[in-house]
């Protein structure tokens, strides 16, 4: 495409600014609550909503009110909601093996919800961060993250997801081979409807830190994750990355951090057209919050702006923190233009 614009004053881009009607006409992407995906944070307890202090308005949820969550998201037309789960440090091993319990608190919340919101889509997190005493996605040993053997730990916790009635498989674990290993392993047990979002292109990033606050592992985890999560100086890899988890079976792929990584969101879709998603990650929402509980930028406006450059950079969807109130303000007829 080569767009033509003729010399001033023929052309005048003004013309189509001029006023709502002509601007929306001359919207090209549109945001809708169809493209969103929305994470929570699970933890123990009955009607527990526990504030998290590096991530203003976010709260981790008892599953009492998880299930609250999903039917709200639910009735706003929310697709998917992902499950993230704050694990008690007792249950932390080094072998992890609380990651694969069906009646852990990650489980638990996938047949609550099911139960209730059948018509909700349940992601979930693959990776043994949540459930390791040394904070990592990963076995180690001798200060080594094992690839194959931690392989073999998300086919089993995968496993049981997909028994508890997950919809979607979230490896964000970034461990090699293990689109494939968990797709055949899905395919024997029965699960071939299981759909997989491989996080394909997850960064070692500064971004994820309230996350770990939010899920109890920032004070675990020993070292950093840059043997396996990607260096943020690559773009080739990324499509490397991506072309490796579609052959092996991946239905999605993300990119993740998402705004600070926008060109790979773009390159990725272009390269594949495969449905791509981006993850808001914590980061990305505190600094919107934060900067707007301090009254210097406009929050909601930043928030909306935000996610329309998610789809403009060609996402088909985003992994966000605001998705409810997104959502919110889609349903009041947010004024784009
Ligand atoms: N498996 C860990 C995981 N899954 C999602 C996030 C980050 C999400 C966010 O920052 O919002 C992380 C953090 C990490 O890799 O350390």
Known sequence: MRPIAAPTPMTRFRRMRRTPALRALAQETVVSVGDLIWPVFVRDGVNLREPIASMPG???????????????????????ICLFPYTDPSL???????????????NRAIRAIKAAVPEIAVMTDV??????????????????ILNDETVEALVRMTLVQADCGADIIGPSDMMDGRIGAMRQALESAGHSDVAILSYAAKYASAFYGP?????????????????????????????RLVERDLREGADMVMVKPGMPYLDICRRVKDAFGAPTYAYQV????????????????????AMMESLMCFKRAGCDG????????????????????
């Open 211 to 239: 996350f770990r606050d939010a899920v109890g592992a920032s004070g675990a985890l020993k070292g950093d994750k840059k043997t396996y999560q990607m260096n943020p100086a690559n773009g080739d890899e990324a499509l």
């Open 92 to 106: 932390k091993t080094e072998a992890c093996e609380e990651a694969w319990n069906p009646d852990n608190l990650a």
């Open 282 to 301: 914590s980061g990305e929402y505190a600094m919107i919050k934060g900067a707007a509980d301090r009254g210097w930028i406009d929050g909601d406006k």
């Open 318 to 337: 985003v992994l966000t923190y605001f998705a409810p109130a997104v959502a919110r303000k889609l349903r009041a007829g947010w004024v784009w233009g």
């Open 58 to 80: 976010v709260e981790r949820l008892s599953v009492d009110q998880v299930v609250k969550a999903a039917e709200e998201a639910a009735g706003l037309g929310i697709p998917a």
């Open 127 to 144: 990776a043994l961060d949540p459930y390791n005493a040394n904070g990592h996605d990963g076995l180690v040993r001798d200060g080594v």
